[in-house]
């Protein structure tokens, strides 16, 4: 569905994403943001009835606009880190082409990542009533983070050559599902709700403890920073 095709109506928030990185030319960056447009409007937007209209520039964001900074390196409070999104005002993200080493990264599906997770829960504050397995085997209730792109974070597919991130649908969120009655992800990589893919997480909240279940061969190294904002939440309050 090409993006010029989609009307947005009033309510539909704009995304500004800043190229500041010097190793991604405005050719790049323009390709990078028709293909995240893509997603949003053909693939995100119908299963969960929310978009955003993204808006590429190198000039400071548009007033009242959720913002996207790219960026080469992370500073060194971040180091480790390749992408993270959390809210200062308004809604905010930082995702990193090279590491803190200086080593070129995949940022692509990064961006995707974060992009999707501002769409849905862009102030950092939507939790569901769910559960995690536990190391023995047995379902734990808990709180739950509206992080769509964690728990399926290692699926990929392409949109135009570029990498894009899965994403769990809202379905999802609802543990009355039953297990294999649906696509709980876009890829159908996960076959109930609140089940962790290979190479994804989830952070699962229980009173004032935030326990983060990591699915097989998961990049505990490459986790998004938005589940430590939570945290520091969690334990002040």
């Not at 880190?81 to 590491?99: A, K, M």
């Not at 769509?148 to 974070?153: F, L, R």
């Amino acid at each position: 569905m090409p993006s010029a095709a989609v009307r947005y109506d009033r309510g539909s928030p704009t995304i500004t994403i800043r190229n500041e990185s010097e190793l991604v030319s405005e050719r790049e960056f323009a390709r990078v943001v028709g293909a995240l447009q893509v997603q949003i409007d053909r693939d995100f937007f119908p299963l969960w009835g929310w978009r955003a209209k993204l808006h590429p520039t190198r000039s400071p964001s548009r007033r009242g606009a959720m913002q996207i900074l790219l960026r080469d390196v992370p500073p060194p409070e971040d180091a480790g880190e390749i992408g993270y999104h959390f809210i200062d005002g308004l809604p905010q993200t930082f995702v990193y082409t090279r590491d803190h080493r200086g080593k070129a990264l995949e940022f692509h599906s990064t961006l995707s990542h974060e992009v999707l997770e501002m769409i849905a829960d862009p102030g950092v504050n939507l939790y569901a009533r769910g559960h995690y397995l536990t190391p023995s085997g047995r379902h734990r209730q808990a709180w739950i983070p509206f992080e769509v792109c964690d728990p399926v974070q290692g699926n990929l597919y392409r949109i135009d050559g570029i990498q894009m991130s899965d994403f769990v649908v809202p379905e999802w969120f609802e543990p009355e599902r039953k297990r294999g009655s649906l696509k709980f992800s876009f890829l159908d990589a996960v076959r109930e709700p609140f089940e962790v893919a290979r190479g994804g997480y989830i952070d699962a909240v229980v009173g004032d403890r935030v326990h983060t279940v990591w699915g097989t061969k998961a990049y505990r190294n490459r986790r998004r920073h938005r589940s430590a904002v939570r945290r520091g939440r969690l334990l002040t309050t």
